[in-house]
């Protein structure tokens, strides 16, 4: 039985949403194709985004992984990277309920929505340029559609390039690093970008990032807010 996830806790899939079938990136149909036969009861679709369309935290991550987001059809949901966001937002107070590693578990997020620049599964979880750049009408439009929307958080340097593209600013104006911001505009309203390193299983184990580092980036979201 394919995973299912309930509309209340999920936007539906609209303009700012891939459709199910999305043809756009052909690699990425036929990874798709492949993950359906390797694992029969997943998702494998382009993964909506999670979380109230009155949010004004957008997390932007880079793409759902194999095993977690593809097969939960949840971002973040199922691996190691999902452990830790969650965790962290619930610290934060952008998260309520309990995160179980599947998309029935009960967990919602409050003033905050997560996606990705990429919204289908890419192998060995690397996204070509072409596939970012084709995917991320999806993210301008996720944007627009966030009428409260104040703060983006990109999660890695492909998720920071492909939310500045999105909003029109130059890499070279917007420099990524851990932990830094930027002030920038969309439609007429100003946004504040944060930056961290992505929480993938990879960058804690190597101590590229560390619990303390990636709450400390919230908390950072959490004064601009003034929550």
């Keep these: 039985?394919?995973?299912?996830?309930?509309?209340?806790?999920?936007?539906?899939?609209?303009?700012?949403?891939?459709?199910?079938?999305?043809?756009?990136?052909?690699?990425?149909?036929?990874?798709?194709a492949a993950c359906r036969v390797r694992d029969p009861e997943g998702y494998n679709a382009p993964v909506r985004s999670f979380g109230p369309a009155s949010a004004r935290l957008l997390v932007v991550g880079l793409a759902p992984g194999r095993d977690g987001?593809?097969?939960s059809g949840r971002p973040f949901t199922g691996d190691w990277a999902g452990d830790l966001l969650y965790e962290t937002l619930e610290l934060a107070g952008f998260a309520a309920g309990r995160y179980e590693e599947r998309p029935d578990d009960?967990?919602?997020?409050?003033?905050?929505?997560?996606?990705?620049?990429?919204?289908?599964?890419?192998?060995?979880?690397?996204?070509?340029?072409?596939?970012?750049?084709?995917c991320r009408s999806f993210l301008v439009q996720r944007m627009a559609e966030l009428p409260e929307l104040r703060a983006v958080l990109a999660l890695g340097r492909i998720a920071h390039e492909s939310t500045v593209r999105a909003l029109g600013a130059k890499l070279s104006a917007v420099p990524f690093g851990h932990r830094r911001s930027h002030d920038?505009?969309?439609?007429?309203?100003?946004?504040?970008?944060?930056?961290?390193?992505?929480?993938?299983?990879?960058?804690?184990?190597?101590?590229?990032?560390?619990?303390?580092?990636?709450?400390?980036?919230?908390?950072?979201?959490?004064?601009?807010?003034?929550?």
Excluded: W
């Design 106 to 134: 009960g967990l919602t997020l409050v003033d905050c929505m997560v996606t990705n620049a990429v919204r289908c599964v890419p192998p060995a979880n690397k996204p070509l340029p072409a596939e970012i750049a084709t």
């Design 1 to 32: 039985m394919t995973f299912g996830v309930t509309a209340a806790r999920v936007v539906p899939v609209g303009p700012a949403e891939a459709p199910p079938d999305c043809p756009l990136c052909p690699r990425l149909v036929d990874f798709r």
């Design 69 to 71: 987001a593809n097969h």
């Design 184 to 227: 920038l505009a969309h439609g007429g309203r100003a946004l504040r970008l944060f930056d961290s390193y992505h929480c993938s299983r990879y960058n804690t184990n190597t101590g590229v990032l560390t619990t303390e580092m990636f709450r400390a980036v919230f908390a950072d979201v959490k004064d601009f807010l003034g929550q």
